[in-house]
């Protein structure tokens, strides 16, 4: 079947990115060319799916200068042109959690007080729930979930905090007791009205105390 193009002259190449630059706007890719250390070469402008951008990060340099491992990269000849197509990157891929069958999403290298990390974006293969996730210091993360089987929207903050919306309502909370905010002001004004209430007889019971009156739930 003729689409209209020609592979005549085409020759693809797999490699490791060396290191990136942005040039006029546009993404280009250092690629680890053959010839040892002196294998270098100019960065060729980067492809990329329509709408979707990302930058590798520069490859992992060893003690002896030698280079990687760093993220593949699919290149492209076609006579003096060429053009770079990042793909995975070993460093992080294995730090993101697995879709399953399925599945899918997107993951993204970083580096969290010098530490590799990776934060991503996940579409579970068996039930088609959604999780995202990034990461902070203290090897804790900030998530945001969507649970199909549980019909919950949860936000999750690394420190306990947590907003769930369920079919039964709107949890606000914190995880083992964490408390999310406290009303020094709301305590203080109940503590008055019940100390008042009981000057004139009335029973209001005792004032709430600060954990109770300042947690909606705690999981």
Same mark, same amino acid.
């Given at each position: ?12 190449? !797999? ?15 250092? =690629?680890?060319? =053959? ?11 980067? !492809? ?57 999403? !997107? ?6 007080? $010098? ?7 996940? =579409? ?20 945001? /979930?969507?649970? *199909?089987?549980?019909?919950? *929207? ?5 420190? $306990? ?6 079919? /039964? ?21 109940? /503590?008055? =009205? ?19 009156? /300042? ?5």
């Amino acid at each position: 079947m003729d689409y209209g193009w020609s592979h005549e002259g085409l020759e693809l190449d !797999l490699s490791m990115v060396v290191l990136t630059e942005r040039v006029d706007g546009f993404w280009r890719h250092q =690629f680890d060319r =053959f010839g040892g250390q002196d294998g270098g070469g100019p960065s060729l402008e980067a !492809l990329m799916p329509f709408g979707l951008m990302g930058r590798p990060r520069d490859a992992d340099q060893g003690p002896n200068q030698e280079m990687g491992p760093g993220a593949d990269v699919v290149v492209f000849h076609h006579g003096s042109e060429g053009r770079a197509m990042p793909c995975g990157d070993p460093r992080y891929a294995a730090l993101a959690p697995d879709p399953g069958a399925g599945g899918g999403g !997107l993951y993204y290298g970083l580096l969290v007080s $010098g530490a590799k990390a990776a934060a991503w974006l996940i =579409f579970k293969g068996d039930d088609g729930s959604m999780e995202a996730s990034v990461p902070v210091a203290g090897n804790k993360q900030h998530k945001i /979930t969507i649970d *199909v089987n549980g019909s919950v *929207v949860g936000l999750y903050h690394s420190d $306990g905090a947590l907003l769930e919306v369920g079919i /039964t309502g709107v949890d606000v909370g914190g995880h083992g007791g964490h408390n999310i905010m406290v009303d020094a002001g709301l305590l203080a004004w109940l /503590t008055g =009205f019940a100390t008042a209430a009981a000057a004139v007889g009335v029973s209001v019971g005792p004032p709430p105390a600060a954990a109770v009156a /300042t947690k909606a739930r705690a999981l």
